[in-house]
């Protein structure tokens, strides 16, 4: 009586163990495509992703670089005052988005141009995003906001 028990026990046990494993795969797996990471330009050009890979870029668009092609293709370029990638994207760019200012895109890059399939602008005239600061920080390029 003792055995069955004690074997009914072990294949309790056994069986939530693998449910657990099983879970914790089955949301690994659907979480794969929503995790982006940043990189900055300067990590771009060092270390160029493979181009099937979605990330987020982020930097300061460059003055006189903002280009406006057929329909709502913009091209421009992201800096982050050590290396500069040229950005293309297809679509309604945000109101606040111009030149000299913060900007975060996500996409791929194929070697040559980063492929926009969303760009986010900075909200108010001293925000930018914290990994857009870190990398201008990393390259001695940002300056802290004035307060007015």
């Not at 449910?19 to 050009?45: H, K, Q």
């Not at 001293?126 to 600061?133: L, T």
């Amino acid at each position: 009586m003792k055995s069955l028990k004690k074997q009914r026990r072990i294949q309790i046990i056994a069986i939530t163990i693998v449910a657990l494993i099983v879970a914790t795969g089955l949301i690994g797996y659907a979480m794969r495509d929503g995790i982006n990471f940043f990189r900055s330009p300067s990590e771009v050009i060092a270390a160029p992703p493979s181009p099937a890979e979605v990330f987020r870029i982020g930097g300061l668009v460059e003055v006189g670089s903002l280009q406006r092609g057929q329909g709502e293709t913009v091209r421009f370029s992201v800096t982050d005052g050590g290396a500069t990638v040229p950005v293309e994207y297809t679509g309604v760019l945000p109101d606040l988005f111009e030149e000299d200012q913060g900007m975060v895109g996500l996409g791929s890059y194929d070697g040559t141009v980063f492929t926009a399939t969303e760009i986010l602008a900075k909200h108010d005239e001293d925000y930018m995003p914290k990994e857009v600061v870190d990398a201008l920080k990393e390259q001695g390029v940002y300056q802290e906001p004035s307060d007015g």
